[in-house]
């Protein structure tokens, strides 16, 4: 049958706090909870059983007697929830593994732990060969003499918010199993006044080109919290604030792309750096109409080549150097010495020329579609800005 262990308070004990052989529980289930135990000179706890639940306990090591543990013994076979613990002082949890160091939780099975609290530890959690596809959720992890995390052997290991120094992911051997962390996050999208946009659409796409995540926002211009992978890594490996620059270990999924759109509006496509818990801020601008666009034009050409002549709808001729020969009416045509401009912002009903820009920049074409005024007007400078001779 299944055994409950629960609000009992064990100090001072000169041996064993709680020990469980095997057998004890046959097929059921053990479960741990709400317990304090306080300098023991042995094993805080004791277990030699599969499926086994220990929640919200406290473990609080003297520091004279820094070998004091708590002990999961098992074949490799257990699962294991580990959920709301607090481990303070160098209590070591230690497993019978063959020589695989002590650690604050040595886990030989696969393991689902949450909101646990360590506090200096020499290691706080080591993963035997049987821990693969083991996950930690929002555990803090503080002090630790050694590492935060050692991993002997096993296979994905998923991180997802732990507070942990990230430096201090450790292995027995490098690419011999494997550390994914995972950080929360959320997009909010609003136009120029900071009103939501709903239904905007948001593709989240890592650097590797990865479609991550696509959703669509809600009445509050919030999509739902995601999981976004920030790195994998296979190996000892200074982390660096970013992740880009941390070593060939570990395999940055950050910074990401984020584009948000929707009809009407300019769409909007940033990086973000996701390697924290936090909701990304994204503002679109209604798209420019025509009138707007080709005011937008004239205001950039403006503000780089202020004396230049502009001219409206005007037909262009170009033959090219190869013998071919194109046309195409521009809302805006700008003269400045020997180079010209041609400019289209395109609009309902209306279609690109898809001329090429000549050489040695005499004549240069530049059009484009679905931008906000700004947009329109920082895109003119900068294709003038950099045609320019």
């Known amino acids: 049958g299944d055994i409950l262990i629960k609000d009992n308070k064990i100090s001072n004990i000169n041996g064993i706090g709680i020990d469980i052989g095997v057998g004890s529980i046959g097929i059921g289930n053990l479960t741990v909870q709400d317990n304090n135990l306080t300098n023991c000179s042995g094993y805080y706890l004791k277990i030699t059983e599969s499926y086994v639940s220990i929640t919200n306990n406290r473990f609080i090591g003297n520091d004279a007697a820094r070998s004091t543990s708590i002990v999961l013994l098992d074949s490799g076979s257990n699962y294991i929830n580990f959920n709301g613990n607090t481990l303070f002082n160098f209590v070591n949890i230690t497993g019978d593994f063959g020589g695989s160091p002590n650690a604050c939780f040595m886990v030989g099975g696969i393991i689902n732990a949450s909101y646990n609290n360590f506090t200096d530890c020499d290691i706080a959690y080591t993963f035997h060969s049987s821990a693969d596809n083991s996950q930690i959720w929002n555990d803090i992890i503080t002090n630790s003499t050694d590492s935060d995390f050692y991993n002997t052997i096993s296979d994905n290991i998923q991180l997802y918010n732990v507070t942990f120094n990230k430096s201090k992911a450790d292995f027995l051997y490098d690419n011999y199993g494997y550390y994914e962390v995972f950080n929360y996050f959320k997009t909010n999208v609003t136009d120029t006044a900071y009103s939501a946009i709903e ?18 926002t809600d009445v509050e211009g919030l999509t739902d919290w995601r999981w976004i992978m920030e790195y994998k890594q296979t190996g000892d490996a200074n982390y660096v604030s970013g992740c880009i620059g941390s070593g060939v270990k570990i395999n940055c999924s950050t910074p990401h792309t984020i584009t948000a759109s929707k009809t009407g509006y300019a769409i909007n496509t940033t990086i973000a750096t996701i390697d924290d818990d936090f909701i990304y801020h994204i503002i679109l601008g209604i798209t420019a ?11 950039g050409i403006n503000n780089v080549i202020p004396y230049a002549d502009i001219y409206t709808d005007l037909e262009i001729d170009v033959r090219y150097f190869d013998g071919t020969q194109n046309n195409g009416v521009f809302d805006k045509v700008a003269f400045n010495g020997s180079q010209r401009w041609g400019f289209n912002y395109v609009t309902d009903g209306e279609s690109f020329t898809n001329m090429d820009s000549s050489s040695y920049g005499v004549f240069n074409v530049w059009e484009d579609e679905a931008l906000a005024f700004s947009e329109i007007v920082n895109a003119v400078e900068e294709f003038i800005n950099s045609s320019l001779f």
């Open 289 to 299: 109409n025509e009138s707007e666009g080709r005011n937008a034009i004239t205001e």
């Open 199 to 216: 239904s905007a659409s948001v593709n989240i796409t890592d650097q590797h080109g990865t479609n991550v995540d696509s959703q669509f």
